[in-house]
């Protein structure tokens, strides 16, 4: 079984191993999962990160394994209008909903309250099977246009 105890940051070499892991698995410090070539792999990483979309990880062997997001049941709200986008928006996270924001839409986990509350403000609202990647938050080092 590959054993991957650490991230890479900024790496664009080679990839082994590719891993299909839902959100719920990604936000784990220790996972068994499989990987794309049906290959065993462990994880044990530090508590509290949230394995992203596109990630790269060293195994102990030194090859690289990349995480990759797999579709899952999400609903998804759409929006032309900028204010009621943005206020969904606001009272979603101000339920500290984990939220994936593109440009017009929202998407998060299923729940019936929420989507009560998004079509309640217009939203056209779908459920259907996709990548959950949410927001990791400001004092996370994934920014967009910020290196550390």
């Excluded at 839902?22 to 949230?50: C, H, M, N, P």
């Excluded at 790269?56 to 990349?66: F, T």
């Excluded at 459920?127 to 967009?144: C, N, V």
Aim: glycine share 8%; with cysteine.
């Amino acid at each position: 079984m590959l054993k991957v105890y650490q991230t890479l940051h900024h790496y664009h070499g080679p990839v082994h191993h590719q891993v299909v892991l839902s959100y719920e698995l990604r936000k784990k410090a220790r996972i068994k999962a499989q990987t794309e070539t049906k290959q065993d792999i462990g994880f044990f990483l530090e508590r509290g990160q949230v394995l992203q979309n596109g990630q790269m990880l060293e195994a102990d062997n030194g090859e690289v394994v990349e995480i990759k997001s797999a579709d899952e049941l999400v609903t998804t709200a759409y929006s032309d209008d900028p204010l009621m986008f943005a206020k969904v928006c606001y009272h979603l996270g101000n339920r500290h909903t984990p939220l994936q924001i593109g440009e017009g839409w929202v998407r998060f986990q299923p729940d019936h309250v929420l989507q009560d509350l998004v079509e309640l403000y217009g939203l056209r609202v779908e459920q259907h099977q996709g990548p959950f990647d949410p927001e990791t938050g400001a004092y996370h080092s994934h920014l967009p246009g910020h290196s550390h």
